[in-house]
């Protein structure tokens, strides 16, 4: 998971934008709950999964529609 290394001080200048765009995707297609960057949105896809999808939801189409 080399996204995860980038949030972890591992970035590299050498790096292609191609390299960094296809760690993002596959940090999206493939998501870990117990390692997240948000912990409430951790918490919550654990605990209510239904309210966490309503929160997408909510959230896609405030900000990225």
Known sequence: LVFV???HGGWCPEWTTQKVLLSILSL??????????????????????EKYNETVRSYTKTYAM
């Open 5 to 7: 290394d980038i949030l």
């Open 28 to 49: 999206l297609d493939d998501q870990n709950p117990y390692h997240r960057a948000n912990i409430e949105a951790g918490k919550l896809y654990l605990g209510d999964r």
